[in-house]
Every structure is written in structure tokens, then in C-alpha cells.
């Protein structure tokens, strides 16, 4: 028989609507070594839960009434021992508010097993107990493929690099411009998804920006400023990246 999992910390749930609020009570209870999980159905009542104990991590939701997700947030960083904050939300435009007052993940419903165990590896700061795939260190041995898994309205789909026009930096996350006109907003920093698409065609270009150099159409300067077309869009790119871009240019029309 094996051991028991012992708990590693404690989490309190907050969520106005009551099936979101007991499934991921359930999911953390049932499949992490978590204890005790405590559900708050209000912003009062959590706050009346954390003067009477404090908790490792609290999982927000955005949308609630009287006070949100993210001014209850901004009421619990000012605690003396704050806990971890995970925002849980149907909605990914909440992402970089809650990342701007120090929220550790961002998770959109449905919440998987998979994500919620990332989340709690951020909050907790060690990895959790549930076996997870490994990962060899090198981003292109780990996904040579060019794949990146993007959650959009509960659901994680992947996306090819092929389908990236161009990338943009919002905070510590990137968004993903794609062929089909959309957008995909991950946690990543762009410096770490510029290592995995290197090897794919994709350039830096400016410290908020990573194009795929094929899609590239023109190169311009108009009053000192560089820019790019990439896919009928103008971008800006920065005095220290010109030259490598130029040159790369130069080197394809020596080709043709």
C-alpha cells in the first residue's frame, strides 16, 4: 500500500458561482496534496477567512460582485504575508491587469489537472508531487516541432509557428499573431519563445518583438526610424537589432 501524500499547503477557492467554485475545490482536494481547501462564495467572506487564518494560495476569480477579482487582489498584496495569488476566469483579457499587481498564474475555465499543477508549481515555488513530463532543458529538443498549446474560451489547442505572423511582448506574457488575422495570449517571455523559434525563422527585432523573417516584405527608414512590414504591419525595430536585420536581408537578395 502506498504512502499517503502529505500536504504541501493550503489553498482557498473564490468564486460567485457555485459549480466553477466546488470543481476546482474538488480537483485540488482529490488530486494534490493540499489541505486544507477552503471555498469563499463572496469577497467578504474570503477576506473574513483570511483574518482568521492564512493560506499559501488563493485562486480568484475575476468577475464577482461588489468587489472583483482584481481589487480583492490588490486588498490581499497588502497583507503583511501575502499569500499566492492565481487568478481563475472565463475571460483572458483580465491577463496582464492581474500580472501587473503581482498575481502568480492566470488559468481559464475549465481548469485542467495539467494547468492547475503548473499553477500550484508557480505559486508554491517547488515542484508539486503529481508526475509531469520532463523536459530536457533545451527548448528545441523539447518542442521541435515549433508547437505552442494557447487556451482560448476553456479550451488548449495548439498552434504551429508557421501559423505566427508576428509576436509581441505584454508583460510576462506573449501574443501570438496569426495568419488568420487572430491573436493568442500565453505566459511566456518573449526572450524564451525567441530560443524556441530561432531555429524556425523567427528574428528579434526589437526588445517587444519577434517576427518570422519570411514574412517579412519590406525594410524601411523614415527619419532615423526603422521599421518592418510584416504582414501589412508596420514595426518599429530598435538601433541595436537594425544591423542583423539588414544584413539577413542583404544575404537573401544575394541569393535571389
Known amino acids: 500500500m502506498s504512502n499517503p501524500q ?5 489553498a482557498l477557492v473564490v468564486d460567485d458561482e457555485t459549480p466553477a467554485l466546488d470543481e476546482l475545490s474538488y480537483l485540488l482536494r482529490t488530486t494534490f496534496p493540499i489541505d486544507p481547501v477552503h471555498a469563499a ?6 477576506l473574513r477567512r483570511l483574518q482568521e487564518r492564512r493560506y499559501d494560495v488563493v485562486f480568484l476569480d475575476v468577475r464577482m460582485p461588489e468587489l472583483n477579482g482584481i481589487e480583492l487582489g490588490n486588498v490581499l498584496r497588502r497583507f503583511v504575508a501575502p499569500p499566492a495569488i492565481v487568478y481563475v476566469t472565463a475571460y ?27 499553477a500550484l508549481e508557480r505559486a508554491l515555488g517547488r515542484p508539486s508531487t503529481e508526475p509531469g513530463p520532463q523536459h530536457s532543458g ?15 474560451a476553456g479550451r488548449t489547442r495548439l498552434v504551429s509557428c508557421d501559423q505566427v505572423h508576428w509576436v509581441e511582448a505584454e508583460g510576462d506574457y506573449v501574443r501570438l499573431h496569426t495568419a488568420d488575422g487572430g491573436s493568442h495570449l500565453v505566459r511566456m517571455p518573449i526572450s524564451h519563445l ?14 517587444g518583438y519577434l517576427v518570422s523573417f519570411k514574412h517579412i ?25 537594425v544591423r542583423d536585420v539588414r544584413d539577413r536581408i542583404l544575404r537573401v537578395g544575394r541569393r535571389v
Not at 6 to 10: E, F, G, M, N, R
Request: hydrophobic residues 40%; aromatic residues 6%.
Open 217 to 241: 516584405t519590406e525594410f524601411s527608414v523614415t527619419g532615423g526610424v526603422h521599421t518592418v512590414l510584416v504582414a501589412g504591419r508596420s514595426l518599429p525595430v530598435s538601433r541595436r537589432h
Open 41 to 46: 462564495r463572496t469577497p467578504a467572506e474570503a
Open 6 to 10: 502529505v500536504p504541501v499547503a493550503s
Open 92 to 118: 483572458e483579457e483580465y491577463a496582464v491587469r492581474a500580472f501587473d499587481i503581482g498575481a502568480c498564474d492566470y488559468l481559464l475555465k475549465p481548469v485542467s489537472r495539467a494547468r492547475l499543477r503548473v
Open 138 to 152: 533545451d527548448p528545441a529538443a523539447d518542442d521541435p516541432s515549433g508547437m505552442i498549446p494557447v487556451e482560448t
Open 194 to 207: 525567441e530560443e524556441m523559434w530561432s531555429a524556425h525563422g523567427f528574428i528579434r527585432i526589437h526588445r
